[in-house]
């Protein structure tokens, strides 16, 4: 803006010096400056938004990622656990029948 605002005061006092067809040559002058430097900062301002974007996109991916491995990991948590409770509860079933077994051939032994 403030680009524009002194190319603006140079040329108004130009164009007090110069002949109108001289006016005309400097506005396109001034015009093509302008527009290059306007240009110039787009395409600055594209590049990073393009590089933002990848960015995210590549922190999605890998957000999405760990967030599979972290469900893939608790699913095989709760089977693992669900296993060893399993486990147990036959282990303590074997047990309670052989206590239950030997009870009952100890009774037999006090008898006879």
């Keep these: 803006r403030q680009q524009l605002d002194s ?5 108004e006092a130009l164009q007090a010096k110069l002949a109108p067809q001289d006016l005309d040559l400097l506005r396109i002058k001034l015009q093509e400056e302008l527009e290059t ?4 900062r787009l395409s600055a301002v594209d590049a990073e938004v393009d590089k933002w974007r990848q960015m995210f996109f590549k922190v999605r991916r890998e957000y999405e990622l760990v967030r599979t491995e972290y469900e893939q990991h608790s699913v095989n948590s709760s089977n693992d656990i669900e296993a060893a409770h399993e486990q147990r509860r036959a282990e303590v079933a074997s047990l309670q029948r052989a206590l239950v077994k030997a009870t009952k051939n100890d009774g037999k032994d006090v008898n006879q």
């Design 37 to 40: 430097a306007h240009a110039s």
């Design 7 to 11: 190319r603006s005061r140079e040329l």
